[in-house]
């Protein structure tokens, strides 16, 4: 008899608790957010500060002020975390200028919530796994884009053309490698 009574105590305890446990997490899914929309997308290894390391492609971006279309096209697409993987990545970063080249209002409707995929199919156009000079890229005939395309590779003199766009400068990385490049580079889709 004591024991059924002891079952039936634990058994009573342990629905308490459970109550308890449930109302707590009901209250507080039903409280408001104390955290902004912003707050709550900016996760990941992107958003992990880090002043030790050599920087990484995107803060390589991030730190520049001839790339800040760039930066405002990788957050619109939310792809600050694929550019901070281990790599090696190769990035072809367009310059503003370049982004201004394209014809007028291209950019503004882009990074509109509704053009996301086909703004992040354009930026995976302007990545290659690999970490290459850009006289090492003088072999290539083409280069395997991360959109799942080729983009072809050209050497005119001493410049190199990936997809068109021309090697301007290239800055290492922690995970790969910069090229800054004077066009954006389109797929073919």
Not at 51 to 76: C, K, M, R, W
Not at 95 to 114: H, I, Q, S
Not at 120 to 148: C, E, M, R
Request: aromatic residues 6%.
């Amino acid at each position: 008899m004591k024991t059924i009574f002891k079952m039936l105590f634990v058994s009573s305890a342990l629905l308490v608790f459970a109550a308890c446990k449930n109302e707590t997490a009901t209250r507080t899914s039903v409280e408001p957010s104390t955290q902004s929309d912003v707050q709550q997308k900016n996760q990941g290894q992107a958003f992990i500060e880090d002043d030790e390391s050599q920087p990484n492609v995107l803060q390589i971006a991030i730190g520049s002020p001839d790339h800040t279309t760039l930066v405002a096209a990788v957050q619109a697409a939310d792809l600050e975390n694929s550019l901070v993987n281990a790599g090696p990545l190769m990035v072809f970063a367009p310059t503003n200028a370049a982004f201004d080249a394209l014809p007028a209002g291209t950019v503004e409707d882009l990074l509109k919530p509704e053009n996301k995929e086909k703004l992040a199919l354009i930026l995976k156009h302007h990545v290659t796994p690999g970490n290459y000079s850009k006289d090492f890229l003088k072999k290539f005939k083409k280069v395997g884009q991360a959109s799942g395309e080729d983009a072809a590779v050209e050497v005119k003199g001493e410049d190199v053309y990936v997809g068109g766009a021309k090697i301007l400068a290239s800055v290492p990385a922690g995970n790969g490698i910069v090229h800054v490049v004077d066009k954006v580079i389109l797929p073919a889709n």
